[in-house]
């Protein structure tokens, strides 16, 4: 069974909290209607990831991006396609705050794969899986 959702994001600082709402919406959604488990962890895990990955697209990219949500048996693949051919690229994180470094570790340490891949417009798509 496959239940996918998919949704343009405009390039503002409100995307990732639409993100969020969308995710946790879809979460319930799945729960409900298909009887996937979705403990708290799941749920918190798949809330940063998404968050994170929408909010990587706004500070490091010129466009809008695209949340798209997909379960499957074993978890749900998130992604995030953005205008950008840039590869995403680890930092040091910054203890002060001024310039983050902390979500791509975070993103890598929470699921279960991580890829991404160049897209024919010449932007790119991070997909992530994270198993329940």
Known sequence: MTVQRRIDLTH???APAQARRIVAAFLAEVERVHGHPS????????LLVASELVTNAVRHTPGPCTLSLTLQDQGVLVEVSDTSPALPRPRLPDITGACGGWGWPMIDRLADEVRVTRGPGGGKTVRTRLSW
């Not at 403990?39 to 798949?46: I, R, W």
Request: no cysteine; proline share 0%.
């Open 12 to 14: 503002s600082t409100d």
């Open 39 to 46: 403990s708290a962890t799941t749920v918190d895990a798949v």
